[in-house]
């Protein structure tokens, strides 16, 4: 019986057995004979489901049979003759790496460096990725379009950054930058550029390198989404379940931010770092971005802020953070209690509406004035309650009773103060030329728990 040639079962091909068995014996001379007598230079080989049929040169190129791809060369086989995929024998030589094999084919017909497969593909995608750097200079060298793309937009260069970290990977991104690569071409399907595939496999020297060569931060997807935004979504999704950030991601985090990306952008919410870490309760992240110049009270068409979606979602830590990064807390907004119901209010309001009797102790404390609300002020009997006011009457009391005191001049000062430092608290506060009564006040217990 013959023996199988990759997926093909030769014994099912009884038309030309001793054509297989010259190619798998690696038998030129008799294969010389064979093509002498008549045998089809050209003739396709297919699998049992008809779905990758190869030449007789293809099953050389992924073999490595060197002479006898001369062979059939000389005797008229077409060198960019494709499978059922589109292959040429060029990609099963780059793929199988029988580099000298591939050097004869591109010295016989150097066009066959541009084929594309049925995919879009060229012979230099398929260097990249399998990651054979030899393969790559050699296409390149025979005039490989260093940016040419696949049906969907995917560049060579995009493709390795597409893929997790490997040994020679900076090694090839160097040559394909070197040669041309343009560093900020985005896919068709996704809009995403190398810089954004690259954050996405958390691929801090891939990041940087394409950073120092110009990347664009500020690019966005198709979604709306940065690479910053991108990394964010995508890696920090179950924060709240595992309450982790992988090392990997918050180093490329800190290079997308000092490479300049924009923290306050409002193109729309998946956009903006601040609002996408406060969906996803990642206060570390809400900390950082504040600290480097989130602004936050950032506001979208919708009325949307960030202190508004964390009191949405009960998420008191957020909450802390942006408050005491100086956000304001009577900022009206639109939110989507339910599908089919939407309110427009301010952070307290909505706190009271939820229920959420920690933040609304928190703002009071924080130096949110009741009596921004008609009614909570005294005299008003005639304005609805919320419900969640009407069945708590020691909470209503409270508020009242809030409302109904003026907050005193020291206090505000101290609120203010407390406000505009921000992070760091402590150790501003020991720098600042204050009234001892004052800092002991910014320095005590509740304004540290703010903090």
């Not at 009191?311 to 008191?316: E, F, P, Q, T």
């Amino acid at each position: 019986m013959l023996s199988d040639f990759g997926s093909f079962r030769y014994e099912r091909m009884a038309v030309l057995p001793d054509l297989y068995l010259s190619l798998e014996q690696d038998n030129h001379k008799k294969l010389h004979k064979l093509l002498v007598g008549g045998a089809d230079v050209d003739y396709l080989f297919e699998d049992d489901g008809r779905l990758s049929g190869k030449s007789l040169l293809h099953l050389c190129c992924e073999k490595g049979r060197v002479e006898c791809a001369k062979l059939l060369i000389r005797n008229g086989a077409d060198i960019n003759i494709r499978d059922r995929w589109g292959q040429t024998p060029l990609m099963h030589c780059v793929i199988a790496r029988n580099l000298n094999l591939a050097k004869f084919l591109l010295s016989w017909k150097k066009s066959s460096v541009r084929c594309q497969d049925k995919f879009g593909k060229t012979a230099l995608h398929f260097g990249v990725e399998e990651g054979c750097e030899e393969a790559v200079k050699l296409l390149l060298w025979y005039g490989s379009d260093v940016n040419a793309s696949t049906m969907c937009g995917l560049t060579p260069l995009i493709n390795l950054c597409s893929q997790p970290p490997y040994p020679n990977q900076i090694t090839l991104l160097d040559v394909l930058l070197t040669s041309g690569a343009v560093v900020n071409m985005r896919d068709f399907r996704c809009k995403r550029s190398a810089l954004q595939a690259a954050a996405l496999q958390k691929n801090i020297k891939v990041v940087e390198k394409l950073l120092s060569w110009g990347a664009d931060p500020n690019s966005l997807d198709r979604a709306g989404r940065s690479a910053l935004t991108n990394v964010i979504s995508e890696c920090l999704s179950a924060y709240e379940i595992n309450r982790e950030i992988d090392p990997d991601v918050m180093t490329v985090i800190v290079q997308l931010t000092q490479a300049g990306s924009d923290l306050n952008i409002t193109k729309c919410k998946c956009s903006n770092p601040l609002i996408v870490s406060t969906f996803l309760k990642v206060e570390p992240l809400v900390r950082f971005f504040l600290d480097n110049g989130a602004c936050p009270d950032v506001t979208f068409q919708s009325g949307m802020t960030p202190l508004l979606v964390a009191v949405n979602k009960g998420d008191a830590a957020v909450t802390r953070a942006l408050i005491s990064h100086g956000c304001r807390m009577d900022v009206r907004g639109r939110i989507t209690r339910r599908p089919d119901e939407e309110v427009y209010m301010d952070p307290f309001e909505l706190a009271i509406e939820n229920a959420s009797w920690d933040l609304v102790k928190y703002m009071v404390s924080a130096g949110y004035h009741p009596s921004n609300l008609a009614y909570l002020r005294s005299g008003s009997s005639s304005v609805a309650l919320p419900t969640s006011l009407r069945i708590n009457k020691d909470m209503l009391d409270f508020l009242r009773t809030a409302a109904s005191q003026p907050t005193s001049l020291f206090q505000s000062t101290a609120l203010m103060i407390w406000r505009t430092l921000g992070s760091d608290l402590p150790n501003k506060v020991r720098l600042l030329s204050l009234p001892s009564s004052l800092k002991c006040l910014i320095m005590s217990e509740a304004f540290l728990s703010k903090y």
